[in-house]
Nanobody, 113 residues
């Protein structure tokens, strides 16, 4: 059974940092490109960062230079370090294999003063 379990969200002030984690199971994690997505109320779900099996990363322009995606193939986990958070980063964040049709429950990130 494919599962993606996200954690680490919360309520923070603008300029703060958060680190999201995702545990994957039911897939051969080391061969999958993994992605972090987000969905704000009324918006579509967008890819914000992805990392290939070899560690090549790419980011949406809106988060480039502030967010860092990383993976640990030994632990089947992927993380998203988010720095200099802005109110517009407020969303539910999801992780999954880019190729998977399955989604986790997501973790809420709220940036507000």
């Amino acid at each position: 059974q494919v599962q993606f379990v996200e954690s680490g969200g919360g309520l923070v002030q603008p300029g703060a940092s958060l680190r999201l984690s995702c545990a994957a199971s039911g897939i051969r994690f080391s061969i999958h490109t993994m992605g972090w997505y987000r969905q704000a109320p009324g918006n579509q779900r967008d890819l914000v960062a992805q990392i290939t099996p070899g560690g090549t990363t790419s980011y949406a322009n809106s988060v480039k230079g502030r967010f860092t995606i990383a993976r640990d193939n030994a632990k089947n986990t992927v993380s998203l370090q988010m720095n200099s958070l802005k109110p517009e980063d407020t969303a539910v964040y999801y992780c999954k294999s880019v190729a998977s049709i399955y989604w986790g429950q997501g973790t809420q990130v709220t940036v507000s003063s």
